[in-house]
């Protein structure tokens, strides 16, 4: 039975063969590697990856599709959770001493930021994620200080991750084409994220930029005075687009 793709769970599934090959190129999966997909759909890349390691966890919410992936895959190769990845505890996933989760996948458009924020808690634990995502997602990830598009996920994320734009998909590639073009981001933990409280900081970027066309001084006013600012080396009529990651590091800590 051919599987009618469902608005609700944002289902785009990835269809074009050259782009499931460099996607595999980029993740580079080894024997090995405990690797969990997001949202394997009708597995084009499950069936891939499961071809490079000894075994592989997926989780997937829509109950018909893991039906069918019970039917397809062996339950001893594929460990299936029914889960809403937004729910799960990803730390749940045995992981052999030494070795971290590798994570992937073509992620729902309309769920992205709350579950890389998700993940981000599991980040210690996590060797690597490779995910597809709109493009317009990834850019902001990746944007750097002074960019239209540096915000409040660029920092938070910044601060857990190295992260780096692989390549973009266009809409052709996918069944049904989703409006948009869409990317291919990795993102590898830091080894030492910049120290502070993570809700602190949430804090801190969370007011920044729910203003960013005033000045930082104006959109901090009732967190920080002007003197805090220039302690920690902002300049106060600086806009909030145009401040370093180090330097709201630094507002959380002092916060």
């Not at 992620?107 to 992205?112: M, T």
């Not at 579950?115 to 995502?133: R, S």
Request: hydrophobic fraction near 45%; aromatic fraction near 6%; charged fraction near 25%.
């Amino acid at each position: 039975m051919k599987h009618i793709p469902r608005k609700r769970f944002g289902q785009n599934f990835l269809t074009d063969d050259g782009v499931l090959h460099n996607i595999i190129l980029a993740i580079d999966p080894q024997p090995q590697d405990t690797m969990v997909e997001i949202g394997p759909g009708l597995a084009a890349m499950t069936r891939l990856l499961l071809q490079g390691v000894d075994q592989m966890h997926v989780v997937e919410l829509d109950r018909d599709l893991v039906e069918r992936l019970k039917k397809t895959f062996d339950p001893k190769k594929l460990i299936i959770h029914s889960a809403d990845a937004l729910q799960f505890d990803f730390s749940s996933i045995a992981v052999p001493a030494g070795s971290k989760l590798r994570v992937v996948g073509n992620l729902p458009y309309n769920i992205s930021s709350p579950l890389l924020f998700h993940l981000a808690e599991m980040a210690p634990h996590v060797q690597d994620q490779h995910f597809m995502l709109q493009k317009e997602v990834v850019e902001r990830m990746v944007a750097e200080p002074g960019s239209k598009t540096y915000g409040r996920l660029s920092v938070m994320l910044q601060w857990r991750y190295k992260m780096e734009l692989m390549f973009i998909v266009p809409p052709t590639a996918f069944d049904p084409p989703p409006r948009v073009e869409s990317a291919i981001v990795r993102m590898i933990p830091l080894a030492n994220p910049l120290h502070c409280d993570q809700e602190k900081l949430e804090q801190v970027v969370l007011k920044a930029f729910s203003q960013r066309r005033k000045v930082i001084r104006n959109c901090l006013a009732g967190m920080f005075v002007e003197s805090d600012l220039i302690e920690v080396g902002i300049d106060p009529q600086m806009r909030p687009e145009t401040i370093p990651l180090a330097q709201y590091v630094a507002l959380a800590n002092r916060l």
